[in-house]
């Protein structure tokens, strides 16, 4: 790479680092909107930034289906919490109880009154024990929604299954008045207009709903979707003080440790390590914003942990290549730059293997593992496919405009050669390591001087 070539890609690195660390952190309004720094957008989890977690009892006898209808269950409840707005939310099932997480809440109690009622819901073709059950919800219905009525007032809209559709067009024929029942006790009245075929419906009120009504309706009949009953064991409210804490000592023990490693780096293996160094930190900046916007990326205290063994592993793999490096121009002749080039090709194979076989454990992780445990292996993923790019693409790009500079003076780049070499060059001649280029290939003296001066 020519000077004036590396003088202009080193002046857009500058200027991409500067950009992203500023555009990390900072706040500022663009129009009508308030741009946030993707640092602070990375969307935390349960035990960094507090929320409601719930425990139910799947309240079901064994059946060939029930784990069918657990599973319908828990995609009813994801969807619920989706619909509403807490897109975080996790949703999940294990010995014989399904889990509901919900983080970084403004409205805890409106959750908590949210996923604390999981509710049978039944029409009914009149009050009292012996009205009959008409349609029962978990059965029959598929969805509820808010919506608007003719004159523009908020009304609760209906969506039938094919079965519910059939026996509520039935019903809409017979009956006149349905009564909806939760958990046994009346909720409210609807007057049927006409029978409905179509398997959708609306229901509006005399006084007209708000949404906080309508949106509280849909919410209980939702809840009576769900294709098992569930018993509520625990419901908790978890402070986010323990998530600040967690996060403050995470941010001071990594600026710590990556201030140790910049150090390190650039004293073992100078120029080298410089390049290293920067190298990190465009992976720092590159994986909080991929943490900030990938949409499956949720941070937890586990995640934080994928992310420290991922930046170990970056600094892993620019120690693997330097190593190669200078065996490489220990036991040969060749000028430095061959030396890169060459320590570049032979450790590609080890950091491919080594990193790949990792990621295989954090595919297998992910897939299987818990909530907690996808976290850190969402986080090791990512932190993987990026540390390969910046130690194989970006490490060795700026060592090549370094390189340009000053290519001749080994100290830079903490390479020595070995007493054997420094033997076979004050006599004329050095034998090189056989890398299947330049083979046979001899070096004077005086060449190995000027490569020094």
Not at 150 to 165: P, Q, W
Not at 240 to 262: M, N, P, Q, R, Y
Not at 343 to 352: E, H, P, T
Request: glycine share 8%.
């Amino acid at each position: 790479m020519t000077r004036k070539k590396s003088i202009v890609v080193l002046t857009l690195l500058a200027v991409f680092i500067v950009l992203m660390t500023v555009f990390a952190v900072v706040e500022f309004p663009i129009g009508l909107y308030d741009y946030t720094g993707y640092a602070k957008t990375i969307k935390l989890g349960l035990d960094l930034s507090g929320g409601v977690s719930a425990v139910f009892i799947v309240d079901e006898p064994e059946t060939d289906d029930l784990q069918t209808r657990i599973d319908g269950t828990v995609q009813g409840l994801q969807n619920l919490l989706v619909s509403k707005g807490y897109t975080e939310s996790v949703v999940s099932y294990a010995n014989g109880k399904i889990r509901v997480e919900v983080p970084d809440i403004d409205d805890p109690e409106k959750v908590l009154e949210l996923i604390g009622r999981p509710q049978s819901l039944e029409f009914r073709d009149g009050e009292g024990a012996t009205a009959k059950v008409l349609i029962v919800g978990r059965d029959h219905i598929e969805n509820a929604y808010v919506t608007y009525d003719d004159d523009g007032n908020y009304a609760v809209g209906l969506k039938f299954n094919s079965e519910g559709s059939k026996i509520f067009s039935e019903v809409t024929a017979n009956y006149k008045t349905i009564y909806i029942y939760a958990n046994n006790e009346l909720y409210t009245t609807v007057s049927v207009n006409s029978a409905i075929t179509n398997g959708q419906c609306i229901i509006t009120s005399s006084k007209g709903y708000t949404y906080d009504e309508a949106y509280d309706f849909v919410t209980q009949i939702q809840s009576g979707t769900f294709s098992v009953s569930l018993v509520k064991d625990q419901i908790r409210t978890i402070s986010a003080t323990l998530g600040e804490g967690a996060i403050k000592s995470a941010l001071i023990a990594a600026a710590i440790g990556i201030a140790i490693v910049f150090i390190f780096m650039a004293v073992v293996y100078r120029m080298s390590g410089l390049a290293a160094d920067i190298a990190l930190f465009i992976y720092i900046l590159l994986l909080l914003w991929f943490c900030s916007v990938l949409p499956w990326v949720q941070l937890t205290l586990p995640g934080i942990a994928g992310i420290v063994l991922s930046i170990g592993m970056a600094v892993d793999g620019n120690i693997v290549i330097f190593e190669r490096i200078k065996d490489e121009f220990k036991h040969s002749s060749k000028p430095v730059s061959t030396c890169v080039k060459t320590g570049f090709k032979r450790s590609l194979g080890a950091i491919i293997d080594g990193n790949v076989t990792t990621l295989i454990g954090a595919i297998v992780l992910w897939i299987v593992g818990s909530a907690s445990i996808s976290g850190f292996a969402v986080t090791l993923f990512i932190g993987i496919i990026l540390s390969m790019f910046t130690s194989l693409l970006i490490t060795r790009l700026i060592m090549n405009i370094m390189l340009s500079f000053n290519s001749t003076n080994a100290k830079l780049y903490a390479l020595k050669r070995s007493p054997e070499i420094e033997r076979q060059l004050s006599d004329g001649v050095a034998v090189e390591e056989d890398d299947g280029e330049d083979e046979g290939k001899e070096v004077k003296e005086g060449d190995y001087e000027e490569e020094q001066q």
